[in-house]
T-cell receptor, first 114, second 113 residues
C-alpha cells in the first residue's frame, strides 16, 4: 500500500516569501502530524490535525500554520520565511489518535531558505 | 513530559544481536514506550511499542523491565540496513498529548561487517 507522500521533495525559497508543503497520508489514516528536523534542534513537533481540526500544537511562531482537508490530506504553510526555517519538514500519519497507535512518516520536504 | 535517556552511540557486528537500552525512570503508569528509527536521508520509521509486557514483531523485540523504569530494544540479527538513529519515546495515554512525539537525541547504531 502507498506510504505517506510529501510534495515537493525539495524547495528553495527566498527570505520573506511564503511556502506551502503538502502531505497525503496513508489511506484510512485520519491523524496527520508535522515535524521540523534541523541539525541543531533535532526533530520537533509542529502540530497535529485530526478530523480537519488542529488538536495539538508545538512551540513554533504563528508564521507556521496548517490545515487538513476532508480526505485527511494536509498542508502546512510558512509565511515570511527566515533563514532559520531551512529544515527537513516531515509529515506523519496514524490510523487514530492515542498512544497505542504508531505513526508512519513520509520522506520529508527539504526546504532551503536563501 | 517524562524523559528518556539513551546512549549516544553503539556498535555491533553484522548478524549479531543488538540490545539498545533506554532509561525512563519518571515514566507514569499509563505511558506507552515507543521506538522509532531513522535511516540516513529518510523520515523516522516506527519499530515497536509496548505498555507493560514484552512485545515482538517482525522487526524487533521490546523488553520492558518489571518496574517499567527501563526498556531494551532487541534486534535479533543486525544487518547493515539496521544502521540508523534509534529513538525511545514515551507517549502518555491521554489522547490530547499522545499525538506529540518528543524525540530526544537517540542512539546512533553502527553496524560493521
Amino acid at each position: 500500500k502507498a506510504g505517506v507522500t510529501q510534495t515537493p521533495r525539495y524547495l528553495i525559497k527566498t527570505r520573506g516569501q511564503q511556502v506551502t508543503l503538502s502531505c497525503s497520508p496513508i489511506s484510512g489514516h485520519r491523524s496527520v502530524s508535522w515535524y521540523q528536523q534541523t541539525p541543531g534542534q533535532g526533530l520537533q513537533f509542529l502540530f497535529e490535525y485530526f478530523s480537519e481540526t488542529q488538536r495539538n500544537k508545538g512551540n513554533f511562531p504563528g508564521r507556521f500554520s496548517g490545515r487538513q482537508f476532508s480526505n485527511s490530506r494536509s498542508e502546512m504553510n510558512v509565511s515570511t520565511l527566515e533563514l532559520g526555517d531551512s529544515a527537513l519538514y516531515l509529515c506523519a500519519s496514524s490510523l487514530a489518535r492515542g498512544a497505542n497507535y504508531g505513526y508512519t512518516f513520509g520522506s520529508g520536504t527539504r526546504l532551503t531558505v536563501v | 513530559d517524562a524523559k528518556t535517556t539513551q546512549p549516544n552511540s553503539m556498535e555491533s557486528n553484522e548478524e549479531e544481536p543488538v540490545h539498545l537500552p533506554c532509561n525512563h525512570s519518571t515514566i507514569s503508569g499509563t505511558d506507552y514506550i515507543h521506538w522509532y528509527r531513522q535511516l540516513p536521508s529518510q523520515g523516522p520509521e516506527y519499530v515497536i511499542h509496548g505498555l507493560t509486557s514484552n512485545v515482538n514483531n517482525r522487526m524487533a523485540s521490546l523488553a520492558i523491565a518489571e518496574d517499567r523504569k527501563s526498556s531494551t530494544l532487541i534486534l535479533h540479527r543486525a544487518t547493515l540496513r539496521d544502521a540508523a538513529v534509534y529513538y525511545c519515546i514515551l507517549r502518555p495515554y491521554n489522547t490530547g498529548t499522545a499525538s506529540k512525539l518528543t524525540f530526544g537525541t537517540g542512539t546512533r547504531l553502527q553496524v560493521t561487517l
